[in-house]
């Protein structure tokens, strides 16, 4: 239910046994409601996976290049 939040009964919680949190579930998470995109569940998983190795890839690339420009510079004892 969008927008509903409900009080938690924690124990021992800093001494105080009758301690409250409150739960929101839209804090954490998106509280919207979010329409199917059609994709199925695995065919999406494998596409992002896909696309966040690439990412790392590029990532390392740049890593690289710039530790040898910080090397370069005298930043970095050695180059990597």
Do not use: C
């Amino acid at each position: 239910m969008p927008g509903h939040a409900r009080l938690l009964q924690v124990g021992n919680h800093r001494g105080d046994s009758q301690a409250r949190l409150r739960a929101h579930p839209g804090r954490y998470v998106s509280g919207e409601v979010r329409e199917d995109d059609g994709e199925p569940f695995e065919e999406k998983m494998r596409r992002l996976v896909a696309h966040l190795r690439e990412q790392t890839a590029q990532a390392r690339t740049l890593d690289k290049a710039i530790a040898r420009n910080l090397a370069h510079l005298g930043f970095l004892k050695e180059e990597p």
